[in-house]
Each structure stands twice: as structure tokens, then as C-alpha cells.
């Protein structure tokens, strides 16, 4: 099959770098966003996403003339639907605007078009619910014109390579429907294209993410028992590594972003009666920020409240600006109820506008007046942070890792007290 236009519905995370990534390789497309600020951003050749290597992407793509943006679908040969699923209060997946993507396309929709769902949804998404609203066209699915699911699979700081390189999974509710979706990604995926059906790859990509969050949930768990039993988590993890069929992740402040934090939810929902591992892994992690605040009661005595807390990063994972389902946000809200005043540091987006805290655009500024330092996130401008660096700005004496920077003696001979998550008492806050 030819492509020659496609609509990309969604200019966010991955719609954005996927509709320039698809410019670049000679194909004209729309990309079409609800939020008129990002689309006239992008008329002015401005982004609102830090991801390397997107930004001379997209410029390369509006130069070329291929891209352009627009608030209104337009009739196309192909629509990449990448817009955001996430979930309701009661853990159930939104799909507000997949449904709203959907009816957009309806109206334009033509006999053998290509609709591809990139969009991360429930098992028989794009059977029971895409298709019958695109049906609404008149046109009937896999007959008239093709349908596919095809998740993206790639990790923030890495989209722009992965995007490429990685293999990708082509799910068609027809093997026609699945060969018409390998011919459209076929133009820039240099990784190999798996085809299947829908549902075969909705399942992947949540089985994907799910396999990380439960063995996030173990780390996780090591660390409350390693601080229980009085030995160092990080230590132990590294010594259990070196056996050929163990790779244990790291525990960290919870789990975050659009992706971990969310799918596994989807199958909860699919079946809450057999996913009950999943359930209990969700638990784990969605209660490691609790776990963090309690460790910063115990580090300054007892009470956080009145208590001023400088906290180094506020994204859900090392080096991205993206906020969602951040664990290090759900901390700073938690230490907020609890009477403390908040100030945080984000580098990659020191202006956010977060109720409860007070951000600020250095690390002199958040650290000037605190009382206790925590680091929440490991990005690389912390990676440099030094004993003597902190000490020349701040009278903090109490310092709260949960990340595993800040090891070794050094800061005991500063005059820091560093309480690192999933060391336990017994081992000294201090050792490395």
C-alpha cells in the first residue's frame, strides 16, 4: 500500500516526534492536536516537549514543508490516532478522547484508508470500541477500509532513536489490515515488524509495562525489609545481580509516568477476579511515597509539620521533563498535607505550576532555607552535587536519598546526617 498523506491525531509525547519522524522520511502530514497553543507553536517552529533529538527533527520536518498542524482532521490515506489514556479516579481507563479521536476521523474517513490505534488501552479496544465508531461512517472495518493496533514501545530521553530502531508490533483486525499498517511503518522502522491481530498487541504492550511495574513492586518491597532488618538494599541488590539468571531493577520513590504507572490498571479492569498479582504490585508501588514520608518523619524525629523541605526533582524518572503520575509530585503533596512547607527544583521545567510548592529555578534557591534536602529524582545535574557544593549553600543538616547518590563518608565529615532509602539503621545512614 501508498501512503502519500496521514493525519496524526495527538502532537503529545509520541505523536509529536512520530508525525515529524514520518515527515522526514518524505511523507506530507497533518498533525492534528485539540490544544491550539501547541499547534500554533509549532506554526511558530516552537515545541513543548524536551526529548533529545526532537527538536532538529521537527525543525528538519517544517523545513522540508511535510509537516504542518492544525486543530481539524483532514482527508488523508492514512490516521495514526496517539493521543492520551489515562485513568479515572476508580482505576479505570479514560477513553474520552481515543473516542473523540475516533469520531473525528469519521467524516473524512474513505474506502481504503489505514487507521492505526497507537494510543496504550484495555484489551479489544480497537474492536469493540474504535471500530464501531469509525463504522459509523458507513464504511465497514477490514472490508472497506484497514484497521490496526500498533503501541508505541519506547523510553522517554531515548524516543527519538528508539522510535526507529526498536522492533514494533502491528496488530490488524484483519492479516490485510496488519500488512497495510507494516507498509505505512515500514517507511522509517528500521527494527523488525511483528505482525498479529488487535488484541495480541494491546495485550503485549500491557504485559510489557506490567512486567516492569511488578518487579519495580519487588525492589520496592527489598527496601522497606532492608531498612527493617538493618542491611543496605543497593548492596544487596549488586551482590544478587552477579548470579547469571538474576537482574534485579532498583527501588526508588514509586513508580510514574504515563505508561508503568497506568497499564497495568487496564488489566485490573479487564479482570479483577485473575489479575491479582498485578493488583498487589500497583499497591506496592502507588504506597512507595507514603513509605518516603514516613522515612523523612523518622529522619527529622517525628513531626514534618513546620518543617522546610527542599526537593531536587519533581519529573517521574532521570532526565525528562514529563510530570504524569510522578511519585516525587505525590510526595511533595503528601508532605504538604502533613504541615510542611515545600519548595521544589526541576530542571527541566523550573515553571511548572504545582499546587502546594513554591518552585524555584536553582538549587541554591530550593536548598537556601531548608530544613531537610530530599533528592527524589537521579538527573545528571545532580549527579555532580558534592558535600562541600551543598554546604557553601544551605544550614541543612538532613538529607533524605531515595535515589542512591549521595554515598560515602563524605558528607558524615560535612555535617550531613543522609538517610538513603532501603538502608537500614543498623548500617549507618552515611555508609557506602
Not at 500500500?1 to 512520530?18: A, Q, S
Not at 552477579?242 to 520513590?253: S, V, Y
Request: proline share 6%; net charge negative; hydrophobic share 45%.
Amino acid at each position: 500500500m501508498i501512503f502519500r498523506k496521514i493525519c496524526v491525531l495527538g502532537l503529545g509525547y509520541i505523536g509529536l516526534p512520530t508525525a515529524s519522524t514520518f515527515a522526514t522520511h518524505g511523507l506530507q502530514v497533518l498533525g492534528v492536536d485539540v490544544n491550539i497553543n501547541i499547534v500554533n507553536g509549532l506554526h511558530q517552529g516552537k515545541i513543548h516537549i524536551h526529548e533529545p533529538g526532537l527538536a532538529e527533527v521537527v525543525t528538519e520536518a517544517l523545513a522540508s514543508g511535510n509537516l504542518s498542524a492544525a486543530t481539524v482532521v483532514e482527508p488523508a490515506d492514512g490516521f495514526v490516532i496517539a493521543v492520551p489514556t489515562p485513568f479515572l479516579p476508580d482505576k479505570t481507563a479514560d477513553m474520552q478522547a481515543v473516542k473523540s479521536a475516533a469520531q473525528s476521523i469519521v467524516p473524512v474517513l474513505q474506502p481504503g484508508n489505514l487507521v492505526v490505534l497507537e494510543s496504550t488501552s484495555p484489551p479489544r479496544t480497537t474492536c469493540d470500541i474504535v471500530a464501531p465508531i469509525l463504522e459509523q461512517s458507513g464504511l465497514k472495518a477490514g472490508i472497506d477500509f484497514y484497521l490496526c493496533y500498533s503501541p508505541e514501545r519506547v523510553l522517554p530521553g531515548k524516543i527519538m532513536t528508539e522510535l526507529v530502531h526498536n522492533a514494533r508490533v502491528m496488530g490488524g483486525i484483519t492479516p490485510a489490515s496488519a500488512s497495510a499498517g507494516y507498509d505505512l511503518y515500514r517507511t522509517f522502522v528500521k527494527g523488525e515488524i511483528v505482525l498479529t491481530d488487535a488484541t495480541t498487541a494491546e495485550m503485549v504492550k500491557l504485559m510489557e509495562n506490567t512486567f516492569r511495574d511488578i518487579n519495580i513492586a519487588i525492589a520496592n518491597e527489598f527496601s522497606r525489609l532492608a531498612d527493617r532488618v538493618g542491611i543496605d538494599v543497593w548492596e544487596a541488590i549488586q551482590i544478587a545481580n552477579m548470579h547469571p539468571r538474576i537482574h534485579f531493577l532498583n527501588p526508588g520513590p514509586g513508580v510514574g509516568g504515563h505508561c508503568i504507572s497506568v497499564d497495568p490498571w487496564f488489566l485490573v479492569e479487564t479482570a479483577p477476579d485473575i489479575a491479582r498479582l498485578i493488583r498487589t504490585a500497583r499497591e506496592v508501588n502507588d504506597w512507595q511515597p507514603h513509605y518516603v514520608v514516613n522515612m523523612v518523619a523518622r529522619a527529622v524525629g517525628g513531626s514534618i509539620a513546620g518543617k522546610q523541605m527542599a526537593v531536587l526533582g519533581l519529573a517521574y524518572k532521570a532526565d525528562v521533563d514529563d510530570l504524569r503520575e510522578s511519585p516525587a509530585i505525590e510526595i511533595c503533596h503528601l508532605l504538604h498535607a502533613a504541615g510542611a512547607a515545600v519548595t521544589g527544583y526541576e530542571p527541566y521545567k523550573p515553571n511548572a505550576a504545582i499546587p502546594g510548592l513554591s518552585m524555584v529555578g536553582s538549587l541554591a534557591e530550593a536548598v537556601d532555607d531548608a530544613d531537610v534536602i530530599l533528592l527524589l529524582v537521579g538527573h545528571q545535574q545532580f549527579h555532580g552535587i558534592t558535600p562541600e557544593l551543598l554546604r557553601s549553600m544551605t544550614s541543612a543538616k538532613v538529607i533524605v536519598d531515595t535515589v542512591n547518590l549521595l554515598t560515602g563518608s563524605a558528607w558524615e565529615d560535612a555535617g550531613f546526617t543522609v538517610h538513603r532509602l532501603g538502608v537500614g539503621q543498623g548500617r549507618g545512614a552515611n555508609q557506602g
